[in-house]
């Protein structure tokens, strides 16, 4: 059951990356290139949880999977403040 979720998240996440870069494609708002970004980097941090957990679990990717939630957090942050003016 643990599979079907977290491969549902990954693909979620996928798929609001990809309406949101394509939003961002056709109005060239900068805050919807950074919030598809910050999905992107979600899709793969769910990913890896699926990889870590289900598939491998025998590896331990826990900092993989933090540092890429990291990294996706940090956009849609750096997107709200210097793109609000």
């Known amino acids: ?13 996928f798929a609001c990356a990809v309406l ?7 109005g060239r708002k900068k805050l919807l290139l950074w919030s598809g970004l910050c999905f992107l980097g979600l899709a793969v941090a769910n990913l890896l949880i699926l990889l870590d957990l289900v598939i491998f679990p025998q590896l331990d ?10 990294v ?3 956009l849609l942050l750096y997107g709200l403040i210097w793109e609000s003016k």
């Open 1 to 13: 059951m643990g599979s079907v979720v977290y491969t549902l998240g990954a693909l979620v996440s």
């Open 20 to 26: 949101l870069l394509r939003g961002y494609g056709l």
């Open 61 to 70: 990717l826990y900092f993989w999977r933090l540092g890429t939630t990291v």
């Open 72 to 74: 996706a957090m940090a």
